[in-house]
């Protein structure tokens, strides 16, 4: 079967600019998780959605990020204008009915210049 | 604030020896723990959930849980090379709407041959 699925796996980007990462959940997954992943703070839980509706933004930083769930089996994450400080590897995850186990995409390496 | 602790470690053992694994946790009423597992680069993999106090065996892995002294570990048996990665500590609630997982830091592991 396959994971979650994300793109670009690579990013480097200037900064100011938009950046627009994309997931798609496991099949029949309807729990999609963004997180970020630094040194410094870890792993951080940017926003959940529960069946396309976004549950919980609470950990979204700041008004520049924006996440969308159109569908099932499709969402994004974007960045705009984009900072140096937004430099991490964003994962995204999904969950089905198995107690709260969450399943991780490969990430998005992100580099803000 | 939620917060797990781990000690970042890095922990070496010898091939071989047992890795012992901690974490400890601020909310009482946290039910679900978990255990990841994060290769460098690579994303973090579920090796091992528990939800009871007492002891979990999954092949050369044992979680073990006291939710009364709200602490949980990782041992791993018979060390391997290939078990040198950073070691991710998760906890969560139970049942619709406790879908958040607070993640300790990690504690990196280094299994020396």
């Known amino acids: 079967d396959a994971g979650v699925i994300q793109s670009p796996r690579h990013e480097v980007t200037e900064m100011g600019q938009e950046v627009t990462l994309r997931c798609k959940p496991i099949s029949g997954h309807n729990s999609l998780f963004w997180y970020r992943q630094t040194m410094m703070r870890g792993l951080e839980l940017l926003i959940y959605f529960n069946n396309n509706v976004p549950i919980d933004d609470s950990g979204m930083p700041e008004d520049r990020f924006s996440a969308k769930m159109p569908n099932a089996s499709f969402s994004t994450l974007k960045i705009q204008p984009s900072e140096p400080r937004d430099s991490a590897v964003y994962f995204c995850a999904s969950s089905g009915t198995v107690r709260n186990t969450i399943y991780f995409g490969e990430g998005s390496w992100l580099t803000v210049v | 604030q939620k917060e797990v602790e781990q000690n970042s470690g890095p922990l070496s053992v010898p091939e071989g020896a047992i890795a012992s694994l901690n974490c400890t946790y601020s909310d009482r009423v946290s039910q679900s723990f978990f255990w990841y597992r994060q290769y460098s680069g690579k994303s973090p993999e579920l090796i091992m959930s528990?939800?009871?106090?007492g002891d979990k065996e999954d092949g050369r892995f044992t979680a073990q849980l006291n939710k009364a002294s709200q602490y949980v570990s990782l041992l791993i048996r018979d060390s391997q090379p290939s078990d040198s990665a950073t070691y991710l500590c998760?906890?969560?609630?139970?049942?619709?709407?406790?879908?958040?997982?607070?993640f300790g830091k990690g504690t990196k592991l280094s299994v020396i041959p």
């Open positions: 528990i939800y009871s106090n």
């Open positions: 998760a906890v969560g609630g139970l049942g619709a709407g406790s879908y958040q997982l607070t």
